[in-house]
């Protein structure tokens, strides 16, 4: 495996007008042609929804007062008083479509969480946009993620949200991933340009045949080969570079990847088809594929990454390699055939005719 980046390696600013980030005044031009009676009706239905979310949400702070020491947020509510653009009139659920799915796409994408395609209809992408809202903003644990917008979830996502790292880093661009939140924020000078849904490391041992690409860890010659390999599903939490990337869709003992960038020896940041709820890599963090599309565009070679798993801080465990993978004893690439004894035979000609004769084995 190479230790350095491809030449083309760049910030990639030109990706941004894929649609993945949207200015919050975009979100001012929704009025329907309605009375101006019922426009704001809605509107006071949800203002009072508002009122009770952050009645509770208070409430809640306070019961708290010392939690945020042991799990640093990341999210910062401003002085500034909560906005209610639109109201939202009904709970929006996955598969649905709509003018107000639309505006809760972009109203992702303006905070920073990639939607995928913002088309009105509420598809995977967007649900793995919600879910990293909820983890991240709400405090919901990662397994309590719903993946639904309520009118109450609706009024919060609208209010102020600035999210801040947890570090300071030595450059100008650095990713940071929460191994407990399942969440990923690429800050670009200390300001977040992506915050995505991901899925780490299952932390369980597997065996499995591999197909490792030309030029990945293990594989020297031109030609896909495989291999029986045994490791353990472990996502290291410390701090790491990034130091290599390969673009398209490559096999690797850690399975299929999709535009990886490696920072941590076979572990990368790669795009999946399968980015479920739930850890289930095999020690690589998988993003959407609708962001490893950009992702090799918003990183450099060298751009720090942290990686938290809530137990202790990086810096601590400082940049621990992964468990270093086995073959797997019981592999074989011949298939075993049961070996039989069949009985020897003789063929002789009697009276011009050819005649079968067995004979017992010796």
Request: charged letters at 20%; proline letters at 9%; aromatic letters at 8%.
């Amino acid at each position: 495996m190479s230790d350095k980046f491809s030449d083309e390696f760049s910030d990639g600013d030109e990706f941004f007008d894929e649609g993945v980030l949207f200015d919050d005044d975009e979100l001012d031009g929704f009025n329907s042609e309605v009375s101006l009676y019922d426009r704001w009706r809605p509107a006071i239905a949800a203002i009072a929804v508002l009122l009770t979310v952050v009645a509770i949400s208070v409430v809640a702070n306070a019961d708290k007062s010392d939690s945020d020491a042991s799990n640093p947020n990341v999210v910062v509510d401003s002085t500034a008083v909560p906005m209610v653009t639109v109201p939202l009139t009904r709970t929006i659920r996955p598969g649905m479509k709509g003018d107000d799915v639309l505006r809760v796409q972009q109203r992702l994408a303006a905070l920073h969480f990639d939607p995928g395609p913002q088309d009105g209809e509420f598809g995977q992408n967007t649900i793995q946009a919600v879910w990293a809202f909820e983890k991240l903003v709400m405090g919901t644990p990662r397994a309590g993620a719903t993946g639904v917008v309520t009118p109450s979830t609706w009024a919060i996502m609208q209010s102020d949200i600035q999210i801040k790292p947890r570090r300071d880093a030595d450059t100008a661009t650095h990713v940071e991933v929460y191994l407990p939140e399942q969440v990923l924020i690429v800050f670009k000078e200390n300001v977040p340009v992506v915050i995505t849904h991901i899925s780490t490391g299952s932390n369980e041992k597997w065996c499995e045949e591999v197909t490792i690409s030309p030029g990945e860890d293990g594989n020297n010659t031109d030609a896909e080969i495989k291999r029986g390999i045994c490791g353990e599903a472990i996502t290291p939490p410390g701090i790491f570079y990034f130091y290599n990337r390969r673009q398209g869709m490559r096999e690797s003992k850690l399975g299929t990847m999709y535009n990886p960038v490696y920072f941590n020896y076979n572990i990368a940041i790669h795009g999946a088809i399968l980015v479920p709820l739930e850890p289930a890599s095999h020690g690589c963090i998988r993003i959407p594929m609708s962001v490893a599309r950009y992702f090799q565009a918003i990183v450099a070679y060298g751009d720090r990454v942290y990686v938290f798993d809530g137990i202790k801080e990086p810096e601590d465990y400082g940049a621990p390699v992964p468990p270093f993978d086995t073959p797997d004893p019981d592999y074989t690439t011949v298939p075993t055939v049961p070996q039989t004894t069949l009985p020897k035979v003789v063929v002789t000609t009697i009276a011009g005719s050819p005649t079968t004769i067995p004979l017992t084995a010796p």
